[in-house]
């Protein structure tokens, strides 16, 4: 996973700085994402490994998927990662992309897992206290984990704030242990 990471990064930089510079964030985002869904399908997974398989072929099959929607530019990407053998990395580009796409905008994805489903109020107050904690606008994804006994963790970038029941336990546990 780290080296899938670290492979991936300059490739989201680029795409990102090519896209921005031509003010086509938002379009390269949802070819990045179709890209990288389909790069993900077992059939494609077979075509991208065939050793029979040319890039011209690989390109108008991306063609296929992608439609007249992919500029030169976007193209050219997609035959630099078949180049380098990186199309299996698209994911995490698409992933980094995005992310540089939020920094750009000033907004943060945050996720956020609570032992208990919370009310709409609970969720706009913990959005409004997040958004003056980081300075920025708030993407929140919310799931519920039971295992939590109680609370909530919260997780925004390499950020981790545990307040949940189980944390605090195994925080004094650790405590005791000293």
Request: glycine share 6%; charged share 30%.
């Given at each position: 996973?780290?080296a899938?990471?670290?492979?991936a990064?300059p490739?989201a ?9 031509a003010?086509t964030?938002?379009?390269?985002s949802?070819l990045?994402?179709r ?5 993900e399908e077992p059939k ?6 065939h ?9 108008a ?5 992608l ?5 030169t530019a976007f193209?050219g990407?997609l ?10 990395l698209?994911?995490?580009?698409a992933a980094q992309?995005?992310?540089l796409?939020?920094?750009?905008d000033?907004r943060?994805?945050?996720d956020v ?7 709409p109020?609970?969720v ?5 206290r ?5 300075g920025?606008?708030i ?6 984990d039971?295992d ?7 997780r ?8 949940s029941?189980?944390g ?11």
């Open positions: 996973m780290l899938e990471t670290t492979l990064r490739y930089r680029a795409a990102f700085n090519l896209a921005d510079q003010g964030v938002d379009a390269w949802a990045l994402a890209a990288a869904a389909a790069v494609f997974k077979r075509l991208i490994g050793p029979a398989m040319e890039d011209d072929q690989l390109m099959v991306f063609g296929d998927v439609g007249d929607s992919a500029d193209n990407f035959k630099v990662l078949m180049h380098y053998r990186r199309l299996p698209l994911a995490e580009i992309f995005e992310t796409k939020r920094a750009r000033q943060l994805k945050v897992t609570s032992a208990v489903e919370m009310s109020d609970q706009e107050q913990l959005a409004d997040l958004r003056r904690r980081f920025t606008e993407e929140m994804e919310v799931d519920v039971g939590l006994l109680g609370g909530l963790i919260v925004a970038g390499d950020k981790v704030i545990d307040a029941v189980r605090r336990l195994e925080q004094l546990g650790r405590q005791l242990v000293r």
